[in-house]
């Protein structure tokens, strides 16, 4: 389900430290191999679509407009060429996870898009995907019919 987030009153919030990259050339391949080693121990949780990640794919979503977050539990995008700027492919490490770290992942994307001047921002989150659902408490999230 696509959802809209309302940032028109979001107050910034705490986030892990990240390195963020949105320059293809600011990334390197010993990053892009830990990101796809870890992506290849866990593609059965990607569904069907998934394809091993190199670092020519990061590298042209990176030049295609796209904001790519890594901290040291996880990894996640913005899409910034859609009607809204889209919060995708969150990624937490199996060791991390269930401690909240994927909401700060939310919240760090909401930051930088708040801070690039959007009020409004989408994500997609999966009803079988409790854990991510969770950050669905705060009123700040709308369904969207179409995206």
Known sequence: ?????????YEPREVPTYQEFTNYND????QIEVVSEELDNFKDSFG??????????L?????DNWTFYLTECGWCFIDWNRKYPYL????????YRN???????????????????YNYASIKLEDWNKP?????????F???TEI
């Open 1 to 9: 389900m696509y959802y809209r987030i309302d940032l028109s009153n």
């Open 27 to 30: 990334i390197n391949s010993e």
């Open 48 to 57: 069907k679509d998934w394809q091993e990640w190199n670092l020519k794919d």
């Open 59 to 63: 590298r042209s979503r990176l030049k």
């Open 88 to 95: 995708c492919n969150r990624y937490i490490i199996p060791e």
């Open 99 to 117: 401690k909240g770290l994927g909401s700060d992942l939310v919240w760090l994307r909401c930051n930088e898009i708040k801070q690039q001047g």
């Open 132 to 140: 991510a659902l969770s950050v669905m408490k705060e009123d700040i």
């Open 142 to 144: 709308t369904e969207l």
